[in-house]
């Protein structure tokens, strides 16, 4: 089976920086995703890694090192609005995307 | 682009009944879709993998008598619940990969179903 971890719940404070670790172990490696969820939403795709390195898109950063099966998410300037559930996904060799637990960052004014 | 719907959005049935969601691919076409299951304050679950002309792929622990999955077409697939129970209250979610980008993995995820059984 797929092994995925990450925290279960982190809070921050409005403006500041949050770093939701993840590590794996899988069946193989096509790829990472970070989706964010609010609840009683569906998943909203947030990001893709699928080589080391650190993929910056806007507020939302995500970093992958397949060696150290481990990924991050930074999210900066949070907003209330990034109260959530942030979801690490990997794609083994099965290509059926594989969840971790879900992270709730819950933003303080 | 890339919306996937689900409907209903939200649906109650007494126990023992049956009960059919509906996910659509409004503007692409997927040749495979995935069901999903989600309890309260947990991950995903993946129920299953829908595959368009064929049988549907069951994971470990999912009774496909009980759970039925069609997949007539390029941009519908449904999950039937049969004989409900309400243990299988929980939140369905299905998603779809577009079938026209090849060596893209990207699941586009519907908006969930709400299953109520009481």
């Known amino acids: 089976g797929q092994n995925i971890d990450q925290p279960t719940e982190m809070t921050a404070t409005e403006g500041a920086i949050v770093q939701i670790n993840c590590t794996y172990q899988t069946s193989g490696f096509n790829g990472l995703f970070w989706y964010q969820q609010h609840a009683g939403e569906a998943p909203t795709f947030l990001s893709y890694n699928v080589l080391d390195g650190l993929e910056e898109k806007g507020r939302f950063s995500s970093f992958l090192s397949r060696s150290k099966g481990y990924s991050y998410l930074l999210l900066k300037e949070l907003q209330m609005k990034d109260s959530a559930s942030y979801l690490c996904a990997v794609l083994p060799n099965d290509y059926k995307l594989s969840f971790g637990a879900g992270t709730t960052v819950t933003v303080r004014a | 682009g890339a919306v996937v719907s689900q409907h209903p959005s939200w649906v109650i049935c007494k126990s023992g009944t049956s009960v059919k969601i509906e996910c659509r691919s409004l503007d692409f076409q997927a040749t495979t879709m995935f069901w999903y299951r989600q309890f309260p304050k947990q991950s995903l679950m993946l129920m299953a993998t829908?595959?368009?002309?064929?049988?549907?792929?069951?994971e470990q622990g999912v009774e496909k008598d009980k759970f039925l999955i069609n997949h007539a077409s390029l941009t519908l697939s449904t999950l039937t619940v049969t004989s409900a129970h309400p243990e299988d209250s929980s939140f369905y979610i299905c998603?779809?990969?577009?079938?026209?980008?090849?060596?893209?993995?990207?699941?586009?995820f519907g908006p969930g179903t709400r299953l109520t059984v009481t």
């Open positions: 998603s779809a990969r577009d079938s026209q980008r090849e060596g893209i993995y990207e699941q586009y």
């Open positions: 829908s595959n368009e002309g064929s049988k549907a792929t069951y």
